[in-house]
């Protein structure tokens, strides 16, 4: 038996009875508290599947490569000075992989 058979059986139990005649507060609370228990059961389960829903119709793509600098590229990106502090260096190096692996 599952827990969803278990609460409407429960729920169809206290209505059923003629206690419920002798206090009705108690077991309206006990048949609000199994209905909100099932109803957020059912919620949880819809949105399990709605997220699956939304993973699967995502498209799949590759994601981009990382491009590298080759020594030519590096030496010809340093060569347009003379001197160089270890800043500037690190600079244009950063500079010229975003400009490749835009």
């Keep these: 038996m599952t827990k969803d ?3 409407k059986m ?3 139990l ?3 009875t003629k206690l419920h005649d002798y206090s ?3 077991y309206d609370e006990v048949i609000t508290a199994c209905k909100k228990a099932l109803s957020n059961q059912q919620l949880a389960q819809e949105n399990r599947f709605n997220s699956a829903l939304a993973v699967a119709t995502v498209p799949r793509t590759h994601p981009h490569q ?3 600098l080759t020594d ?3 030496w010809e990106t340093l060569s347009t000075q003379k001197t160089w502090t270890m ?3 690190a600079r244009a190096i950063e500079a010229k ?3 490749k692996n835009t």
């Design 14 to 16: 206290i209505e059923g």
């Design 5 to 7: 058979e278990a609460l």
């Design 66 to 68: 990382w491009q590298g």
């Design 24 to 26: 009705p507060h108690i």
């Design 97 to 99: 992989l975003k400009e």
């Design 72 to 74: 030519d590229e590096m």
């Design 87 to 89: 800043e500037e260096v």
């Design 10 to 12: 429960a729920i169809e």
